[in-house]
């Protein structure tokens, strides 16, 4: 009956936040949001699937830029509204702007510093020629 | 004038998301939020200060327990919205549970089983001997 679906604790709005993280490098990649429907439809698919809150529609990342989330490892924290996903992510890029995580800026002295190179220009991703 | 905390985009509450990583490890152990009060005193002590929702309050993560989280790095993401926090865990222990993060369990064959061993019973770590 969907048992580990109730044991989260979904917020006002239904949803529960998510962390993504590289399954092979570590690094945190982006910290998104799920409903219940995105989160049975993740461990059904092994691809990570989000609620897209500016949108306001269920998103399978990657459906536009082929940036999927093959999910190795779903992990649910102690107190029930966040979800780790332990990812494999393809073409090593998560964020929208091209680079490989969406943490690219870094607190330095009072501003936050873009420490992370563009590795594909969005508009080539997205494909806006 | 404190740009850099006027560049995060606080939600409807005031807060931010923020994931706390392992800087040795690179697990993540905890998601946690804060406000404007709490990301500024983060940076001014070097050591993670949240906002605890279940007691409205600032909340000097290891005041209690002595588990502080010292920040080796603070990153933002792409919309502002979500913080990353790389720190050094006081006793390898990020969780009340007394384990070292709070995603101790992982969806297996649709339950969430506990794969993480307990470091410290929490009656010692919290003196309710």
Redesign the interface.
Known sequence: M???LE?VRWDEHGLV?A?A?DAAS???L??AWMNRTALAET?RRGEAVYWSRSRQRLWHKGESSGHVQRVV???????G??I?LRVEQAGGIA???G?ER??????DK???VTTDAVIKDPAAIYGKT
Chains 1, 2 share one sequence.
């Open positions: 969907n048992d580990w044991q936040a962390v993280q570590g690094r945190v982006t910290l461990a490892e779903l992990r649910l924290d102690c107190d509204d966040a780790l964020c929208h702007t680079r969406c943490f690219y800026r870094k607190l009072e501003s936050w």
